[in-house]
């Protein structure tokens, strides 16, 4: 089985929504944990290290051939942007030599949020967004070791999220939301302004609560129904809409939002950072040049669908700087999540983007890396 990776109590999940017992593939530097050990002793867990690979390979087939489960977080650690990782390899290796044992994708939806997730920057020392904390796992269809590869295992995972996400009854219901200048947005504006708040809320390595908007953007546009409407409306952040306006007390950042006309035609920008928009008009993925302070993101405009963000890096343990990254270099942004996404030739299929309805949205001229970013292809 392999899920993607959100939080510590990722493993519980698993093991309390699962009906055949499992055994989980952990680095060894958890058994240095005396608090868990009984919990590792008693999931029979498999430790793994650099230095001891091999060793945990054969430990993994011999349990396949003996048609025991087995878990493995494909990404080698746990997000701290909210977006699935690069997935390693080595899942492949201990499939084949178990047997070729059939491989099944899982996904674990709702925990980002949690005072067991990155979200907010830091583990534990934060207060949950909810209480209770709801939390669904889905597990897709098994597929076979040979097919398994990195791409395809990404594909069915995002499938099973954009699945997930679409599930959510906060996604099924409709906002009431208003324009600053009193208009109430249609439903179906509504919905989608408040779908892209939800999705960017899935990482909150760019807008935290505390924020301050400024939107330079014209009021129907539809990416400032989200950023400046849909998204206060679920979080504490102050909207301005000219620059001359904004006046942060100490301690606030400044996110400015717009197009690359509306952010280059202020002279001495009064933010910390710039929300980039780039227009998806056809098929095409568009070029972006960005500066410093910039942070792309795409949107569709037939359907008002944000469809990718870039965020802050996050802070990183000791040795593993750049493990993972927020934005990258001529990217559009990473790919949100609830959207999946096929390869079918030199072109992908986006689905889920208006969740519950079957139409996709085609890439052309796009390459989509191990990571998930999205960029024009040379």
Not at 311 to 326: A, L, R, Y
Request: hydrophobic content about 45%.
């Amino acid at each position: 089985m392999l899920p993607n990776h959100v939080s510590y109590v990722d493993a519980l999940l698993l093991g309390v929504s699962c009906e055949r017992d499992m055994r989980f593939v952990i680095y060894d530097t958890f058994y240095a944990m005396k608090a868990i050990q009984w919990g590792l002793r008693l999931f029979g867990t498999v430790p793994i290290s650099p230095t001891k690979a091999k060793e945990a390979i054969r430990t993994v087939a011999n349990a396949l051939k003996q048609d025991q489960a087995v878990c493995l977080f494909p990404e080698g650690q746990l997000t701290r942007t909210g977006y699935v990782n690069e997935l390693q390899k080595g899942y492949e290796l201990m499939a084949r030599m178990g047997g070729n044992a059939r491989v099944q994708p899982v996904w674990i939806d709702g925990i980002w949020g949690s005072i067991f997730s990155y979200e907010s920057g830091r583990f534990f020392k934060k207060m949950p967004r909810l209480a209770p904390y709801r939390v669904s796992v889905w597990f897709g269809e098994l597929m076979d070791a040979r097919d398994a590869d990195p791409v395809k295992m990404r594909e069915a995972m995002l499938a099973l999220g954009a699945e997930a996400f679409a599930a959510r009854e906060s996604v099924k219901t409709p906002p009431h939301l208003k324009l600053p200048d009193g208009t109430v947005l249609g439903k179906d504006e509504a919905h989608m302004a408040h779908i892209n708040a939800l999705r960017i809320l899935e990482t909150s390595l760019l807008l935290t609560k505390g924020d301050v908007i400024l939107c330079l953007l014209e009021p129907n546009h539809p990416m400032a129904k989200t950023f400046a409407v849909a998204l206060p409306a679920l979080r504490n952040l102050e909207v301005f809409w000219k620059a001359e306006n904004v006046i942060p007390r100490e301690g606030q950042r400044v996110i400015a939002i717009g197009d690359e006309s509306a952010l280059r035609s202020v002279r001495n920008e009064p933010w910390d950072l710039a929300v980039l928009l780039v227009e998806k008009k056809g098929q095409d993925v568009p070029a972006v040049i960005a500066t410093g302070k910039d942070y792309p993101a795409m949107f569709d405009t037939q359907t008002g669908a944000l469809l990718t963000m870039s965020v802050v890096d996050p802070v990183m343990p000791v040795g593993e700087e750049g493990f993972q990254v927020g934005r990258k270099t001529g990217s559009v942004g990473h790919l949100l999540r609830g959207i999946s996404i096929r390869a079918e030739g030199l072109s992908y299929q986006l689905g889920g983007v208006i969740p519950g309805a079957e139409e996709s949205l085609q890439l052309d001229q796009a390459v989509l890396d191990n990571d998930g970013f999205v960029r024009r292809a040379a």
